[in-house]
């Protein structure tokens, strides 16, 4: 079946340190890819999505590229902030678009 | 509210009595999504609504797990004789889209209902 593996965490970082979250999938066709990202005492809020391959998204300054040669979608930013600090989860939907299948969650901690 | 409202927010109960959960869909919303994300782990999907029908059941852990969804719109997840693995926090999402656009698009969630069996 389809899964989602990305890396655990915590990963700490200093204020504008540059962030990477490494995400790989394994799926069957060609699913729409996306992150997810938990703010303290919040709800999950989708950032941002690709739903084909070599498609970009990006929001907040954050981006990720649909890699289907390596079946990836790392998260990145160029300057975190004390604001991102969340958990961040990668997540897949599967061909017929009824569920999306999420990766085990990477708490970012941004220390000023 | 705006959003997907849940109750309750918090529930502690003893090992074997039954629970309900609560969840509010936006309004309009036709997909709704029940996932459970366990301390430590990520979201593990329980059952998906079309409507009132739920074409995929198969995430729900046990027969004790039972979930329904009326006039297409108000969820509620059952747990029976509940016992202490089922510890957890219930996340109820839902979304515009549903399978009709090929992809779930943009999922709505709610904060959850925490789940304590003592």
């Known amino acids: 079946g389809d899964s989602v593996t990305q890396m655990e965490g915590p990963v700490t970082l200093s204020e504008e340190a540059f962030l990477t979250i490494n995400c790989t999938y394994t799926?069957?066709?060609?699913?729409?890819l996306f992150w997810y990202v938990q703010y303290p005492g919040e709800g999950l809020q989708l950032l941002l999505k690709?739903?084909?391959?070599?498609d970009k998204g990006s929001n907040k300054g954050f981006e990720a590229t649909y890699r289907k040669e390596t079946t990836s979608f790392h998260l990145e930013k160029g300057s975190v902030q004390v604001s991102d600090s969340a958990v961040y989860f990668c997540?897949?939907?599967?061909?017929?678009?009824?569920?999306?299948?999420f990766g085990g969650g990477t708490r970012l901690m941004v220390k000023p | 509210g705006a959003g997907v409202s849940q109750s309750p927010s918090n529930k502690v109960t003893e090992k074997g009595k039954d629970v309900e959960l609560r969840c509010d869909p936006i309004?309009?919303?036709?997909?709704l999504y029940w996932y459970r994300q366990s301390l430590g782990q990520g979201l593990e999907f329980l059952i998906y609504?079309?409507?009132?029908?739920?074409?995929?059941k198969s995430g729900l852990p046990s027969d004790r797990f039972s979930a329904e969804r009326t006039g297409g719109s108000v969820s509620t997840l059952t747990i029976q004789r509940t016992q202490q693995e089922d510890s957890a926090v219930y996340l109820c999402?839902?979304?515009?889209?549903?399978?009709?656009?090929?992809?779930?698009?943009?999922?709505?969630f709610g904060e959850g209902s925490r789940l304590t069996v003592l």
């Open positions: 997540a897949l939907s599967d061909n017929a678009g009824n569920m999306l299948t």
């Open positions: 309004s309009g919303h036709t997909a």
């Open positions: 799926a069957t066709g060609y699913p729409s």
């Open positions: 999402a839902s979304s515009l889209a549903g399978s009709r656009l090929g992809f779930p698009g943009e999922l709505f």
């Open positions: 609504f079309q409507g009132n029908s739920a074409p995929d």
């Open positions: 690709a739903t084909k391959a070599d």
